[in-house]
């Protein structure tokens, strides 16, 4: 079992920068990878950027590449999303999960994933 709680969200100008935070509880933080995904306004919900367990590799998507930042602190158990840039098409629903699997590496799909956050805005003004 792992539980998952964001925050950081909240509303900003175009160009400003927000920080997400994700802390995780129950598993060992480290032997799971880390993923953001977003669910902006009437729309599906879609891959943002991933983790892998021990934090060596991160990919994006190319919408947020260049801007968005992905980092693991398995210290302190916590994975971060830091969003500089920030565009009025960033503004969503925001949500960390946990891929348990040893297999996947570092997926985009969001059903390799097996918990997720309860979500935080992100509002994004132009």
């Known amino acids: 079992q792992v539980q998952l709680v964001e925050s950081g969200g909240g509303l900003v100008q175009a160009g400003g920068s927000l920080r997400l935070s994700c802390a995780a509880s129950g598993r060992a933080f480290s032997t799971y990878a880390m993923g953001w995904f977003r669910q902006p306004p009437g729309k599906e919900r879609e891959f943002v950027a991933v983790?892998?367990?021990?934090?060596?590799?991160?990919y994006y998507a190319d919408s947020v590449k260049g801007r968005f930042t992905i980092s693991k602190n398995n210290a302190k158990n916590t994975v971060y999303l830091q969003m500089d840039s920030l565009k009025p098409e960033d503004t969503a629903v925001y949500y960390c999960?946990?891929?348990?699997?040893?297999?996947?590496?570092?997926?985009?799909?969001?059903?390799?994933?097996?918990?997720w956050g309860q979500g935080t805005q992100v509002t994004v003004s132009s």
């Open positions: 999960a946990a891929d348990l699997s040893l297999n996947h590496g570092a997926s985009v799909v969001a059903g390799d994933y097996d918990y």
């Open positions: 983790i892998t367990r021990r934090g060596e590799s991160t």
